[in-house]
């Protein structure tokens, strides 16, 4: 017998960024959420928790402001008013050429407006944390043990925990992570690889201020990426080869900042590095479906992207956007929200925007990525061109900002209901 007593609408396992926010719409717009994650909230707070930073684009914020998320966040968040791309070489400095992108340069009512905001992501969980503790009676936090079962029927699923106990409702959604355990328990296929090479995230702090400036600067080992933070204070994300990577995170300070000044340069004074230092491996992964039956995948669960754009998070949360988007509307219409022509709305939604940007970010890190003298000519020349044509420089604008195409209701910053 089908059992009808739910627990929730929808289950949603993993409480990160993306499973967050995802509850948050959902809960918002009268769908009942339990979110299931093993880490204690409290943890997740910690400074040392996460090191990393994240670049949302403006649409990621219109959706945080129609969250109620932004007003909690924005004087924490450092607006991005310029961005710079160039090649080049320790030691050598970025090639004459590069790519500039300058928020004066919009069009239409964009124009003048910062091409997006970095903020921390421990200050970011902590905004989602203090929303969602107004819509406790819509979405409860449950810290839970490990997922260990999944069970579809007819009328809902289950899911089963580790510590005995079980969750039911009517669609289950998957935003854990990369290794994403649902996915592997409903037998979706992906296609994926390790790039070798592994992210080091550190905070510096410099004398003179950015001016919001974030600068993608490339190198043999990976992308040097520079990210402006409230105050006299940038984030990197330094990629190398990994066992590079690990070697660098053991120097002691002295010696790390020698390494740091190399590719970092002094445009802004003199620097110095902050805190603890993080590595994170670098890989690629798209799922071959994003749904299955009474299951839908979200984020890095779905795809998991380099991060030599730093469209990670935006690129998850415009699934959020377009699944809130097609469960609610389904469920007022009295439709059944975990059926297969519902979900089959939300991936043919976002297959092909997740599968651009993955094999665009995929390429931009194997192009440059490497220090192959005619590769080099042919990047430098072809960041300077693509500089020089205005019209091609602003609509890459509008993509990074996440302003283009047919976007979700939330995506323009208007509510679900």
Known sequence: MVKTQFDADIILIGGGLVGLTCALALGMSGLRVSVLDAAPQAASLAPE?????????????????????????????????????????????????????????????????????????????????????????????????LVTGYAPDPGGVTVRLADGGHVRGRLCAAADGRESPLRQMAGIKGVGWNYGQSGLVATVHHDLPHGGLAHEYFLPGGPFAILPMTGNRSSLVWTEPTARAQALRRLDQADFDIELRARFGSQWGEIKSEGPRWIYPLSFHHARDYVADRLVLAGDAAHTIHPIAGQGLNLGLRDVAALAEVLVDAHRLGLDIGSAIVLARYQAWRRFDNVSLSVITDLLNRLFSNDLPLLRLARTIGLGVAGSIGPLRRLAMRHAAGDAGTLPRLLNGNPLT
């Open 49 to 145: 928790f996460d090191g990393r930073v994240s670049a949302l684009g403006r649409a990621s914020t219109r959706l945080l402001a129609a969250l109620g998320v932004w007003p909690r966040l924005a004087d924490r968040a450092q607006p991005i008013h310029d961005i710079l791309v160039s090649d080049g070489r320790i030691g050598r400095g970025p090639s004459p050429l590069s790519l500039h992108f300058d928020h004066l340069e919009g069009d239409g009512e964009i124009a003048g407006q910062p091409l997006g905001h970095i903020v921390e992501n421990r200050h970011l969980r902590a905004a989602l944390y203090a929303a969602l503790s107004d819509h406790a009676e819509m979405v409860s936090l449950r810290p839970a043990s």
